[in-house]
């Protein structure tokens, strides 16, 4: 074998069947609508299972994100702190409410917010009320303390388990830690509506605004009477009979996904190179995306432009460029570390925040890490082929 003859996807939708069922009894019921049994059945069954008294069902994990900044009241020129190496799903919402992103960068041991980034950054700026933090590629983030300097500061955290759903910090799970929290059901996440995501909170009020803003703000009257700007961002009944028929396999999909990990790490540990970090005793990753970082010393040239990347080959030495490339070149898919916030052209002229500013921990992630095929659906066989691939790399 040279190449795969079906490709191998970084993460593709698993179904198993259920799916369809509860898709079509919302057909034969005529619940092809924001209402309807799968909705409350999903609502009811994810607030539970995560530990949150509400589940607010919505139309993506973006749109959960955007009401988020609502209810924390943000308003035009207020500064937000946000996790500085995510998808930038996680930011925009900011910005529609008028906001201003202000990038914490990102630590070591898990890739996610440097608690000792956010501690300087609210000696600089000390009345930011919103701190939005991302538990990346399914790997939870130093909760504790980023709780504790957030309770000191008075400031609210909005959580983006949207890579995260089913992890846990300290036995709790994550969509939990935020006064309102995020996860996501798009098609690549560890289980899928095709699309669709939720708001989780504990406080009555805000699920009820969140309700009512998502279903274009309808008060309370017998005519369509508005008092405040709405949204529409309500699920679909179909969408949800997906979520709700994958909801039993979240399990499945985290133990398969956490073997694929487990896998690639013994596999690799003679390389020069390390898996995305977490810390054992405190956290149970969901394992959603394997990736990898290469020893500073293994890295062979590599320059990026804002579209291009090139490198020159050196022995024994490689970098993300070339082994994405010979990834691909097998028809499997990998990616490249999410490029941080403070590197994109739309957020560049926002402040960032580095614990130490002689180093750029985002900036060095992106340069030496890249997302393995982490595909539930890869075969050992197929995962052996890619780590023969990626070894022959370091060569
Ligand atoms: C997927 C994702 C989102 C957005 O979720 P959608 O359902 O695609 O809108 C937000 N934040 C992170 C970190 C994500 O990975």
Wanted: net charge negative; with cysteine.
């Amino acid at each position: 074998m040279n190449k795969f003859e079906n490709k191998v996807y970084l993460s593709s939708p698993t179904m198993h069947g259920e799916e369809l069922k509860y898709m079509t009894e919302a057909f034969d019921k005529n619940w092809m609508s924001t209402v309807g049994e799968n909705i409350n059945y999903i609502e009811n069954a994810i607030s539970k299972r995560v530990g949150v008294n509400y589940a607010v069902a919505l139309s993506a994990g973006t749109c959960a994100l955007h009401l988020c900044m609502k209810l924390a009241g943000i308003k035009r020129g207020d500064l937000v702190f946000c996790s500085d190496m995510t998808f930038d799903a996680t930011v925009n919402p900011v910005v529609y409410e008028g906001g201003i992103p202000v990038f914490i960068d990102t630590e070591y041991d898990t890739w996610n917010m440097d608690p000792a980034a956010l501690e300087k950054a609210f000696e600089i700026y000390p009345n930011v009320k919103t701190v939005v933090v991302a538990n990346l590629y399914g790997t939870p983030c130093k909760m504790d303390e980023i709780k504790k300097i957030c309770d000191k500061h008075n400031a609210i955290i909005v959580e983006d388990a949207a890579e995260s759903f089913g992890a846990t910090y300290k036995g709790i799970q994550t969509g939990t830690f935020g006064k309102y929290n995020v996860i996501s059901f798009n098609g690549n996440k560890i289980i899928t509506g095709s699309s669709g995501g939720m708001l989780l909170t504990d406080s009555k009020e805000a699920a009820d605004k969140a309700r009512k803003w998502s279903t274009q703000a309808r008060e309370n009257a017998p005519w369509y009477q508005h008092k405040e700007i709405g949204y529409n961002y309500r699920m679909s009944n179909v969408i949800a009979g997906v979520v709700r028929g994958q909801l039993p396999y979240l399990e499945e999909h985290i133990a398969q996904k956490k073997v694929i990990y487990e896998r690639y790490k013994e596999a690799f540990k003679d390389l020069p190179c390390s898996m995305n970090p977490y810390i054992e005793s405190d956290m149970q990753p969901n394992f959603w995306l394997s990736c990898m970082l290469i020893d500073k010393n293994a890295m062979c040239k590599q320059v990026r432009s804002e579209s291009e990347a090139r490198y020159i080959k050196e022995k024994g030495k490689t970098c993300p460029t070339e082994i994405l490339e010979k990834i691909a070149s097998v028809n499997a898919e990998g990616r490249p570390i999410w490029k941080p916030m403070h590197m994109q052209p739309i957020y560049r002229n926002n402040s960032f925040i580095a614990n130490d500013k002689n180093v750029d921990v985002g900036m060095d992630i992106f340069e030496r890490g890249l997302c393995l095929p982490s595909d539930n659906k890869m075969t050992p066989e197929q995962q052996d082929f890619i780590i023969s691939v990626i070894k022959e790399c370091f060569e």
